[in-house]
């Protein structure tokens, strides 16, 4: 059974930053392309990027890509998301997500994910 388990949320003042994480078990963990979403209330949830099994190859909402970085960290089956200079607009609930897919090819939409964390909460306070 797969098991993503989402950590690093809570509340910090705009223009600060946190860095979530999200660990992988039951999976092949360097076999699977991974991404971040985020859903804030009343609104759909949305992708903000994501990174191939391998690390090579990273995707960003353009919006986003100056001030959110994913890397990974295969050894310890870890995904992360860094999210800097945060503004109020995002707080929301963040999730990670597998793709049980070694190929680099981009993944925006939730549907081309197999499995889903629980999301942790971030709120930005102004």
């Known amino acids: 059974q797969v098991r993503l388990v989402e950590s690093g949320g809570g509340l910090v003042q705009a223009g600060g930053s946190l860095r979530l994480s999200c660990v992988v078990s039951?999976?092949?963990?360097?076999?699977?392309?991974m991404g971040w979403f985020r859903q804030a209330p009343g609104a759909e949830r949305e992708f903000l990027a994501s990174i191939s099994a391998s690390g090579t190859n990273t995707y960003y909402l353009d919006s986003l890509k100056d001030r959110f970085t994913i890397s990974r960290d295969n050894a310890e089956n870890t995904v992360y998301l860094q999210m800097n200079s945060l503004e109020p607009e995002d707080t929301a609930v963040y999730y990670c997500?597998?793709?049980?897919?070694?190929?680099?090819?981009?993944?925006?939409?939730?549907?081309?994910?197999?499995?889903w964390g629980q999301g942790t909460q971030v709120a930005v306070s102004s």
């Open positions: 039951g999976y092949t963990f360097d076999q699977a392309y």
């Open positions: 997500a597998l793709r049980k897919t070694t190929s680099g090819n981009v993944a925006v939409l939730e549907s081309r994910y197999d499995s």
